[in-house]
């Protein structure tokens, strides 16, 4: 099929953006807006000799139709501007010759209210022009009555003070309409208004994203049952309800229909507009749930194949204890028992290295989540060996944060820590406090407490006897979702170690 015409078009594969495109035949039933009125051409004389009555004939293009009725509605309305000045001045005409001059000079107001709104830039001259039209008909007529003159001085003085009003007030209007016109339009969410009528909620406007969210064109859309693009009907009805109950809804996630048939995921926000109109905003976040769900099973594909080498590698070094007890039994050396000593403890650390790796399997595989903290401390407690002359007190009723689901490992490590290296401890309290930047949790303890030079190695991996194992993973739990932790206690006096939650990481229930 041989080409046509080079434009400046807005069309779909560049997504609003001005773009060259070389239209032909094959393009009529492809969407586009015409910009303006530029050639993209290889030279001066080509763009001079291209055949601008073409586009016109041209209405396969969707872009030249709204320019069609753009100047199909001025011509309507110069029409009824110019019938309105006619009538009204014959009007007055005929009535000063009847002697009728105070109730017809009224009739002005028509056409300076039409032609202020419709040409906002040209009200004050129309106006203008239209009181000293008036005046020169009603001048005649007064025969030098001063109080007429000045009557009529009046009506001209009100007629371009109402010209002017209504012109600032329209130019005011359309730019607040352009305004929101752009935003509406240039928007990257889909954005739809939503009429309620009688048989049910219709699509009265949707911008370009949303059309596109939809597998559809603006036209098209226009006019359609909304709930029919909802994968459960009844979704778009309980959204309805929780819209009318609180005035908005905010990041709901639901499942739409395209035209098509595909199905998209995506993350609404509606409101109700003054009038009894919805509305309705579409992201669309298909490509981050299909993402989320490859990382998924990704993650869950190398959690088992971390299980797979953690029981090996435990196995082995099982085996190698093994080994090295038989060892120690067989020869009596003490030289040689002196070397399978320190080899025995060189296979214990590579065996809390290996518990360590057990512990991060499940470490961010779930997503993190609101946990009632009491909950949590209680359930880690009961998982721990508590002498009996150590308490273990907690006063964080109806507080919960967000937290990774293995939030109850960061309590029982700090119990147990505080068990195991505090020595004299006999009391273990966790207690909160709401600070301006956050939240504090503090969990103090009575022991012998940290040394100055190790409050903050203490949280390194691979610190101290027990090799990292505990305040290291701890301080990676909390990480996750932005909390920090520190040791603030003073030595001699027992631990105190002191969790901060972001302002968006607690809530009191």
């Known amino acids: 099929m041989a080409e046509r015409l080079a434009y400046v078009f807005s069309c779909p594969s560049s997504r609003?953006?001005?773009?060259?495109?070389?239209?032909?035949?094959?393009?009529?039933?492809?969407?586009?807006?015409?910009?303006?009125?530029?050639?993209?051409?290889?030279?001066?004389?080509?763009?001079?000799?291209?055949?601008?009555?073409?586009?016109?004939?041209?209405?396969?293009?969707?872009?030249?139709?709204?320019?069609?009725?753009?100047?199909?509605?001025e011509t309507r309305r110069l029409l009824l501007l110019t019938a309105s000045v006619i009538v009204v001045f014959a009007a007055n005409v005929a009535g000063l010759f009847s002697g009728i001059s105070t109730v017809l000079p009224h009739l002005f107001y028509l056409p300076i209210v039409l032609g202020a709104y419709w040409y906002p830039r040209r009200g004050v001259p129309f106006s203008l022009g239209l009181a000293l039209g008036y005046l020169v008909i009603s001048v005649p007529f007064i025969s030098g009555e001063a109080g007429l003159l000045v009557q009529a001085i009046a009506r001209a003085v009100v007629f371009v003070a109402i010209g002017a009003v209504i012109s600032l007030l329209s130019i005011q209007l359309r730019e607040r309409e352009e305004r929101y016109r752009g935003i509406f339009d240039n928007s990257e969410a889909g954005t739809f208004i939503i009429a309620t009528e009688a048989d049910g909620e219709h699509i009265e406007e949707v911008n370009y994203v949303g059309a596109s969210l939809f597998g559809s064109t603006t036209d098209k859309l226009k006019g359609e049952p909304i709930n029919r693009f909802f994968d459960d009907p009844a979704i778009w009805e309980s959204l309805k309800s929780d819209i009318d109950l609180r005035g908005a809804?905010?990041?709901?996630?639901?499942?739409?229909?395209?035209?098509?048939?595909?199905?998209?995921?995506?993350?609404?926000?509606?409101?109700?507009?003054?009038?009894?109109?919805?509305?309705?905003?579409?992201?669309?976040?298909?490509?981050?749930?299909?993402?989320?769900?490859?990382?998924?099973?990704?993650?869950?594909?190398?959690?088992?194949?971390?299980?797979?080498?953690?029981?090996?590698?435990?196995?082995?070094?099982?085996?190698?204890?093994?080994?090295?007890?038989?060892?120690?039994?067989?020869?009596?050396?003490?030289?040689?028992?002196?070397?399978?000593?320190?080899?025995?403890?060189?296979?214990?650390?590579?065996?809390?290295?290996?518990?360590?790796?057990?512990?991060?399997?499940?470490?961010?595989?779930?997503?993190?989540?609101?946990?009632?903290?009491?909950?949590?401390?209680?359930?880690?407690?009961?998982?721990?060996?508590?002498?009996?002359?150590?308490?273990?007190?907690?006063?964080?009723?109806?507080?919960?944060?967000?937290?990774?689901?293995?939030?109850?490992?960061?309590?029982?490590?700090?119990?147990?820590?505080?068990?195991?290296?505090?020595?004299?401890?006999?009391?273990?309290?966790?207690?909160?406090?709401?600070?301006d930047d956050g939240l504090a949790i503090y969990v103090e303890d009575d022991g012998v407490g940290v040394p100055e030079e190790n409050k903050e190695r203490i949280f390194e991996y691979g610190f101290g006897s027990g090799g990292g194992l505990g305040l290291f993973l701890t301080k990676e739990i909390l990480a996750i979702t932005n909390m920090t932790i520190r040791e603030t206690g003073t030595p001699g006096e027992g631990a105190r170690f002191v969790i901060h939650v972001p302002p968006d990481g607690y809530r009191i229930t």
């Not at 709204?66 to 509605?73: D, G, M, Q």
């Open 16 to 73: 609003g953006t001005v773009c060259r495109h070389r239209a032909t035949p094959d393009d009529q039933d492809r969407s586009y807006t015409f910009y303006a009125a530029k050639i993209i051409a290889p030279s001066r004389e080509y763009a001079e000799n291209i055949p601008w009555n073409g586009i016109q004939d041209w209405s396969g293009v969707g872009g030249l139709t709204p320019r069609r009725r753009t100047a199909a509605r």
């Open 249 to 435: 809804v905010y990041g709901f996630e639901t499942t739409l229909r395209r035209t098509d048939g595909g199905t998209v995921h995506a993350l609404l926000s509606a409101g109700r507009l003054h009038g009894g109109g919805i509305v309705l905003t579409l992201v669309d976040i298909t490509a981050l749930k299909n993402a989320k769900e490859t990382l998924r099973r990704t993650n869950a594909k190398l959690n088992m194949l971390g299980r797979l080498t953690h029981r090996d590698l435990a196995a082995a070094v099982s085996q190698l204890l093994g080994q090295i007890t038989q060892g120690m039994r067989q020869f009596d050396d003490p030289a040689f028992h002196h070397y399978l000593e320190d080899l025995e403890e060189s296979a214990r650390l590579v065996q809390r290295r290996v518990e360590i790796a057990r512990d991060y399997q499940d470490l961010g595989l779930r997503p993190a989540d609101w946990q009632p903290l009491q909950e949590v401390i209680r359930r880690a407690t009961s998982c721990l060996l508590i002498p009996p002359g150590v308490s273990i007190r907690s006063w964080v009723e109806r507080l919960e944060v967000f937290a990774d689901p293995m939030l109850d490992r960061v309590f029982s490590n700090l119990i147990e820590n505080a068990i195991q290296h505090g020595k004299t401890v006999s009391s273990v309290v966790i207690t909160y406090q709401i600070l």
